[in-house]
């Protein structure tokens, strides 16, 4: 029998693993400049926290969970994304008393139970941030500032910003009803999924995909016009604040998350370079949340960015793995000699490659001139003179130079 990875998942190596460790390495470097400090939570967690966390009505928590029973008879779920998660473990770890301010970044696999196709999976993997403890319009535009500065670190510039406000509970109520009365008129025109979108999320009929849909809600009425003076008042400040980081973004009063756990900022970052799956990036502010899942009543706020997506747009990114320096030798009578230069370089941090067994000279010069910078090639001359030529394979020029002197070339 012939094992196949299963459907909706995938290897991750050669290019596809380079581009993947680039970008967490991007995103590392971007959130920890803005204070965020990595966490890792587990992988599965009780299938309750993200009933609750994510909400009953969503596409995630209705259709796209891998849920199971564990031996010990624990319904348990693959977290299908990482806020539920992380606001869990501040919950659970008591950060609430011990920082004003909590700043997490995360990364790693997540499941969803979805149609595979391009740039959709059903494992597929975050990198995302969360911060608790503010509700200040100031970090929510630096939230969206850290984004973006992310994509801009990996060189992916034709993108455009998102943003809009769903409002508190209490504006968002009141919107809910004069948006319910708009859609009961054009019910029947509208896909089967909003029939049931208008009974359990009536705001989410807003952001459907399906053309006659978006034709019927064309006239929709605008959320924005519903918000009560304090969620304006942060929505003012938001836009305020984005110009003033610089960040260039659109308001977009149709874009409402899927999930049910947002408050005032939602955001997304979005490309038309990928088709139906445009969104690599979303997010925004969660204010109830850790409240319902237990915590105290903390304001927050978070986004994560799909990384394959991410991986489908970077271009010329820098990739250059090669080694240092290819060190050839010539014959046994070398051999020795040879592995205590290769020490000594390795020693002083230079990234050395040679062959275990003896090669031909010109095998050895066809692996190098593909995996390394630079060649030295060993023979009973160099042994005796202590001269090695460094030949540098991009310049094609080559320098007789000592070890010491080799290794205060890489040192500068
Ligand atoms: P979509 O509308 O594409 O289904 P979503 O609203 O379900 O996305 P979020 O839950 O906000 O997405 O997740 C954030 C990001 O994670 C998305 O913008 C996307 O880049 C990525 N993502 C979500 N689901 C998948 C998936 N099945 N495969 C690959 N990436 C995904
Ligand atoms: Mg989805």
């Given at each position: ?158 993108i455009e910003i998102l943003i809009n406000s769903v409002g508190c509970p209490k504006c968002r109520t009141k919107y809910r009803e004069v948006l319910k009365s708009y859609i009961k008129e054009r019910l029947d025109n509208l896909c089967n999924d909003c029939k049931v979108r208008y009974e359990k999320n009536p705001l989410r009929v807003l952001d459907c995909k399906v053309d006659s849909c978006k034709k019927e ?196």
């Amino acid at each position: 029998m012939i094992h196949k990875a299963i459907r909706g998942t995938k290897d991750i190596y050669g290019e596809s693993i380079d581009k993947f460790d680039y970008i967490i390495k991007q995103a590392e470097e971007t959130f920890k400049d803005k204070g965020y400090r990595h966490i890792i939570t587990p992988t599965f967690e009780h299938t309750s926290l993200f009933q609750r966390g994510i909400g009953e009505g969503t596409d995630i928590v209705e259709k796209e969970m891998y849920t199971f029973y564990d031996r010990g008879d624990r319904q348990i779920t693959l977290r299908p994304e990482g806020t539920a998660s992380i606001v869990r473990s501040y919950i659970e770890n008591n950060f609430f008393a011990t920082e004003e301010i909590s700043k997490f970044y995360y990364y790693g696999p997540m499941f969803r139970y979805e149609r595979p196709q391009t740039g959709r999976y059903r494992e597929f993997y975050q990198v995302g941030l969360e911060c608790m403890g503010s509700n200040s319009y100031i970090l929510d535009a630096e939230v969206i500032y850290t984004a973006f500065s992310f994509l801009k670190k990996c060189n992916i510039v034709d993108i455009e910003i998102l943003i809009n406000s769903v409002g508190c509970p209490k504006c968002r109520t009141k919107y809910r009803e004069v948006l319910k009365s708009y859609i009961k008129e054009r019910l029947d025109n509208l896909c089967n999924d909003c029939k049931v979108r208008y009974e359990k999320n009536p705001l989410r009929v807003l952001d459907c995909k399906v053309d006659s849909c978006k034709k019927e809600m064309k006239e929709a009425p605008n959320l924005l016009e519903y918000l009560c003076d304090d969620c304006n008042t942060h929505f003012e400040g938001v836009k305020k604040y984005l110009d003033m980081f610089e960040v260039p973004y659109k308001v977009d009063n149709r874009l409402v998350r899927g999930l049910d756990y947002y408050t005032n900022t939602v955001f997304e970052i979005v490309t038309d370079r990928l088709g139906a799956q445009g969104t690599i990036l979303a997010g925004g502010r969660y204010n109830n949340l850790i409240e319902e899942i237990g915590g105290k009543s903390v304001p927050a706020i978070g986004f994560a960015a799909g990384v394959e997506r991410v991986s489908m747009l970077l271009e010329n990114f820098d990739n250059d793995n090669r080694f240092d320096i290819y060190v050839a030798w010539m014959d046994e009578d070398v051999k020795e000699y040879t592995f205590n230069i290769i020490n000594k370089l390795r020693q002083n941090n230079i990234k050395v490659t040679f062959e275990y067994e003896k090669k031909s000279v010109k095998a050895q010069m066809k692996k190098a001139a593909i995996n390394s910078k630079n060649v030295i090639i060993i023979g009973s001359e160099e042994k005796e003179s202590g001269l090695l030529a460094l030949k540098d394979l991009d310049k094609r020029e080559q320098e007789k130079l000592t070890i010491n002197e080799i290794i205060n070339k890489f040192r500068k």
